[in-house]
């Protein structure tokens, strides 16, 4: 069947996710990411329009295999739990392994399959959580209709946690006229971590997204009252009048961060997948309260990769080349105000052919993997140096600052182990009945296992 808008459970489908996750690369384990053929008899994997944006945090990081530049040789400790492990001592290497290698499928890898649930793009998406290395997920409300109720929200978060039990699901209102100084007392009295601003019309199910952002001055002050994060999509819907196109408007927004942060000293808030230069310099340039989000696919991408594949397409578009490299230099830069979100959002196949097409990418199947490998091709640039990819950094990228922003406790203590060599990106994701295709971001190109410990 084909799963349309129309039918209840829609709004599952329409999920928009962030993945929170914690993720440890500790020992090499070489293991293969499914292949394609073999992801055709599994029913597990994504749905259309639910984006999700994945925080990988990923706290200790081994690999021993010989790699172009081992990742895995920082000599920090892991967080909580972790031995120290001899052995994970040294410089970067420089050796690329072949890119071919092991095909089996490991059976160490955390793989559910839901059964009893209607197959729907949630249904498929929620294993694909934990095979990209994520056990922590940040939910976005842009649900249709959008998440403005608390017993909304605590609903939803009931379905994921029966899809996926295995991963913690922080919930998130969507900033809304519905949402009063009440609704924040009562969201936060229910553990519902954030709330996430979409300014109107300028992404996927933004239709109910904000107008102006006065009228939710007194919701602000009661978030920063009850320590609730507010999330922000921060671009400015496109205006002819004003010059303002997808390749400005999240620069075009940052007076909007800027002026929130200052009425709002107090007030949590994360810049969600930053793509520009100037976002991350505003960013550095607010205090401790203000964080940013960084994608793995905008650590590929520039304005030359979208304008012509659909499968690179995606809100905010990925910007100059100059703006991918301020990017990468802040994943390696150890600096706690920018941590990682995936932003991974599964599109049907068929809506990224449209004449009219949508925008996401899906990158949550092998979103750890991704991160190292752009970081990778960030050293083969020459835009950072192999030396600055450390364990340490990157754990605090993919793990720990976003946890401690969130405040979030890593009850689960799971690590997860990224290896090479590893099988290619499928070519195509389809689930089990083949009524749901997805295109995954960066098909066909070669990336690391993950494993859980
Ligand atoms: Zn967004």
């Given at each position: 069947?084909?799963?349309?808008?129309?039918?209840?459970?829609?709004?599952?489908?329409?999920?928009?996710?962030?993945?929170?996750?914690?993720?440890?690369?500790?020992?090499?384990?070489?293991?293969?990411?499914?292949?394609?053929?073999?992801?055709?008899?599994?029913?597990?994997?994504?749905?259309?329009?639910?984006?999700?944006?994945?925080?990988?945090?990923s706290p200790v990081y081994h690999t021993t295999q010989r790699r172009r530049h081992d990742l895995s040789t920082a000599t920090t400790q892991g967080s909580a739990g972790e031995a120290p492990r001899p052995g994970a001592t040294g410089g970067s290497r420089h050796a690329r392994p072949p890119t071919r290698g092991r095909n089996d499928?490991?059976?160490?890898?955390?793989?559910?399959?839901?059964?009893?649930?209607?197959?729907?793009?949630?249904?498929?998406?929620?294993?694909?959580?934990?095979?990209?290395?994520?056990?922590?997920?940040?939910?976005?409300?842009?649900?249709?209709?959008?998440?403005?109720?608390?017993?909304?929200?605590?609903?939803?978060?009931?379905?994921?946690?029966?899809?996926?039990?295995?991963?913690?699901?922080?919930?998130?209102?969507?900033?809304?006229?519905?949402?009063?100084?009440?609704?924040?007392?009562?969201?936060?009295?229910?553990?519902?971590?954030?709330?996430?601003?979409?300014?109107?019309?300028?992404?996927?199910?933004?239709?109910?997204?904000?107008?102006?952002?006065?009228?939710?001055?007194?919701?602000?002050?009661?978030?920063?009252?009850?320590?609730?994060?507010?999330?922000?999509?921060?671009?400015?819907?496109?205006?002819?009048?004003?010059?303002i196109t997808v390749l400005n408007a999240e620069e075009a927004f940052l007076p909007t961060l800027l002026d929130l942060h200052q009425r709002f000293p107090k007030l949590r808030i994360i810049l969600e997948h930053c793509t520009s230069a100037a976002a991350i310099e505003a960013v550095k340039s607010c205090g401790p309260t203000v964080a940013a989000t960084i994608t793995a696919h905008h650590l590929f991408l520039i304005v030359d990769d979208w304008a012509g594949d659909p499968h690179a397409f995606c809100k905010p578009v990925a910007k100059l080349p100059s703006d991918r490299r301020a990017l990468l230099k802040t994943v390696v830069s150890g600096d706690s105000k920018f941590f990682f979100g995936t932003d991974s959002a599964p599109h049907r196949a068929e809506t990224k052919r449209a004449d009219r097409v949508a925008a996401g990418v899906f990158t949550q199947p092998h979103a750890v993997?991704?991160?190292?490998?752009?970081?990778?091709?960030?050293?083969?640039?020459?835009?950072?140096?192999?030396?600055?990819?450390?364990?340490?950094?990157?754990?605090?990228?993919?793990?720990?600052?976003?946890?401690?922003?969130?405040?979030?406790?890593?009850?689960?203590?799971?690590?997860?182990?990224?290896?090479?060599?590893?099988?290619?990106?499928?070519?195509?994701?389809?689930?089990?009945?083949?009524?749901?295709?997805?295109?995954?971001?960066r098909r066909a190109k070669m990336t690391w296992g993950v494993s859980w410990r």
């Open positions: 069947m084909r799963a349309g808008g129309a039918e209840s459970g829609a709004t599952e489908r329409r999920a928009l996710i962030n993945y929170m996750t914690r993720t440890c690369i500790e020992a090499s384990k070489p293991m293969t990411i499914l292949a394609g053929t073999q992801w055709r008899a599994d029913p597990s994997f994504v749905e259309q329009n639910s984006g999700q944006a994945v925080y990988l945090f499928r490991a059976s160490g890898v955390p793989f559910t399959s839901i059964q009893n649930v209607a197959d729907n793009m949630l249904t498929n998406t929620s294993p694909t959580i934990r095979r990209g290395g994520v056990n922590t997920v940040f939910v976005m409300p842009n649900l249709v209709p959008p998440i403005t109720t608390v017993k909304h929200c605590l609903a939803y978060k009931e379905t994921l946690e029966s899809l996926e039990p295995n991963v913690t699901f922080l919930m998130s209102l969507y900033l809304h006229p519905n949402i009063s100084p009440e609704t924040v007392i009562e969201a936060k009295r229910a553990g519902i971590a954030g709330i996430k601003s979409y300014p109107h019309g300028v992404t996927t199910h933004s239709d109910h997204g904000v107008m102006s952002y006065e009228h939710f001055y007194p919701v602000f002050e009661e978030m920063e009252r009850q320590d609730m994060v507010l999330n922000l999509h921060g671009e400015l819907p496109p205006s002819a009048g004003k010059d993997g991704f991160v190292i490998d752009a970081l990778e091709q960030g050293v083969e640039m020459g835009v950072i140096k192999a030396e600055d990819v450390t364990k340490e950094k990157l754990e605090n990228f993919l793990s720990e600052f976003g946890r401690s922003f969130y405040k979030v406790e890593d009850t689960r203590k799971e690590r997860i182990v990224l290896s090479r060599p590893s099988d290619a990106v499928e070519n195509l994701l389809r689930s089990a009945d083949g009524s749901v295709e997805v295109v995954p971001f």
